[in-house]
C-alpha cells in the first residue's frame, strides 16, 4: 500500500437507478413520466444565451422567491440547491456534528448511510415494524439528529402527522428533518409544524412531482435561524451551485399550479389502478402514498422477476437486500407503460 493511502478519504458510493441508452420501458428511478409545465419549455427558450457569460445569482433570489410564495413562508425560509440530494448532504454536513449518533429507519433511501459515512457521522439504523412502519418510540433515545422520508422510500409508506409531531416533540435539542420527495402524492406535508418546531427541516425536489429530474433542484424548509447556518455552509463550499436555467425554468414550473395538480391527479389514478392489477396478479403490494409501488410475489422471488422484466426491456428497481431481497420497486409510468408491464406479468405466470 502507498504510504498516501491512509490519508485519502474512502467512501462506498450512492448507486443510482440505472439510464439505459436504448428506448424502455423505464420504471426505475421515480421520474414523472409526464413532460414538466409548458411554462418550463417556453423559459428555457427564452433564456439568454449571451448572459451565461455571467455568474448566477448566488441567492437564486427569483426561485426563492417563487417557494415562498407557493408555500406561504418566508424568502429567509427557503434554501434551495441542485437537487434535493445536494441539499439534504448540506444538511447533513451543516446540522449532524454530535458524537451522538444520528438516527434513520433501516429500510429507506440508502443515500443517508453514504453521508453518514462520508462526513463521518456515527448512526443508528431504527428497524421499521414487520409492515414497514416506523416505530416512533425507537426514535425518543439520545441522538445527535434525526432524519426519515415520508412517504418512505422504498416502500411508499406514509405516517400521519401525528407521528411526525411525536417525533419532534421528543427530540426539541436536536435538528430532524423530513424528507418530503414523494409527499405531493398523497400526504399531509409537515410545513404546517413548522411554525411550533424551530428544529425541523423539511426538504422536497422539482425530481418527482414537478416532473424535471434533469434540471437537479431541491429545497428545504425550515426556521430563518436554521436556512442562516445553511447558507453559510453553502458560501463556504460552492456559491454558485444553481445554474441561471434552473434558477429560471424551476421558477416557471411554480406559475402554474393547475398542470402540477393534473399531473398528480393522473399518476394517483394509475397508481391506484396498478394496486389493484398487482394485487390480481397474486403480488403483495404496500399501500404507497408515493409515485411507486413496492411489491412482492409469493411465488417468484425478485430476483427472477427483475431479470425477466429487464430482459424485456422494463425496468424496475430490485436492491436484494436484507429484509427486501424479494421487492421490486415500480414507478408509477404511463397507463400505456403499466399495461406493457402488466402483459408482460400475466403472460409470465399465465395468469
Ligand atoms: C429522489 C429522492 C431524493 C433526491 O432527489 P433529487 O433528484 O436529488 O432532488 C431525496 N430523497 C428521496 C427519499 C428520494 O427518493
Keep these: 500500500m502507498k504510504a498516501f493511502e491512509k490519508n485519502i478519504r474512502k467512501v462506498q458510493p450512492y448507486v443510482p437507478g440505472e439510464q439505459p441508452r436504448r428506448p424502455v420501458v423505464k420504471l426505475n428511478t ?14 428555457l427558450q427564452e433564456l439568454d444565451t449571451d448572459r451565461q457569460r455571467l455568474y448566477p445569482d448566488p441567492d437564486c433570489r427569483e426561485l426563492v422567491r417563487h417557494l415562498a410564495d407557493w408555500y406561504g413562508v418566508g424568502e429567509d425560509q427557503v434554501f434551495v440547491g441542485v437537487g434535493s440530494d445536494d441539499v439534504l448532504s448540506m444538511c447533513f454536513l451543516t446540522f449532524f456534528n454530535s458524537e451522538k ?4 429507519p433501516d429500510v429507506t433511501y440508502s443515500f443517508y448511510k453514504v453521508w453518514a459515512d462520508l462526513y463521518r457521522i456515527p448512526y443508528e439504523c431504527k428497524p421499521l415494524d414487520e409492515d414497514f412502519r416506523l416505530v416512533k418510540e425507537d426514535y425518543y433515545g439520545e441522538n445527535g439528529g434525526i432524519i426519515f422520508p415520508n412517504p418512505n422510500a422504498p416502500t411508499g409508506i406514509y405516517e400521519e402527522l401525528e407521528t411526525v409531531e411525536e417525533i419532534l416533540n421528543h427530540n426539541r435539542d436536536v435538528i430532524v428533518i423530513v424528507d418530503e420527495a414523494y409527499i405531493d402524492f398523497g400526504g399531509r406535508s409537515a410545513l404546517e409544524l413548522l411554525d411550533r418546531y424551530d ?3 423539511v426538504t422536497q425536489t422539482f425530481s418527482k412531482a414537478r416532473s424535471m429530474a434533469g434540471m437537479r433542484i431541491g429545497y428545504a424548509i425550515a426556521s430563518p435561524a436554521l436556512i442562516k447556518y445553511l447558507l453559510d455552509a453553502k458560501f463556504s463550499f460552492n456559491s454558485y451551485t444553481m445554474n441561471q436555467a ?39 403490494c404496500l399501500d404507497s402514498k408515493a409515485n411507486f409501488l413496492f411489491v412482492t410475489h409469493p411465488e417468484y422471488s425478485g430476483e ?3 431479470q425477466a422484466l429487464k430482459e424485456e426491456g422494463i425496468y424496475v428497481r430490485f436492491w436484494g437486500s436484507p429484509r427486501i431481497e424479494d421487492y421490486l420497486r415500480v414507478t408509477i409510468g404511463t397507463e400505456e407503460e403499466m399495461e406493457i408491464l402488466f402483459e408482460f406479468l400475466r403472460n409470465y405466470m399465465k395468469k
Excluded: H, M, Q
Design 246 to 284: 434552473s434558477i429560471a425554468c424551476g421558477s416557471a414550473a411554480l406559475e402554474d399550479r393547475k398542470y402540477f395538480e393534473e399531473n398528480l391527479r393522473k399518476i394517483i389514478r394509475t397508481r391506484e389502478r396498478a394496486k389493484e392489477e398487482f394485487a390480481r396478479l397474486g403480488f403483495c
Design 30 to 43: 421515480n421520474e414523472n413520466p409526464y413532460p414538466p409545465a409548458p411554462g418550463v419549455k417556453k423559459a
Design 304 to 306: 427472477e422477476l427483475f
Design 101 to 104: 449518533p444520528i438516527f434513520f
Design 199 to 201: 428544529n425541523l427541516i
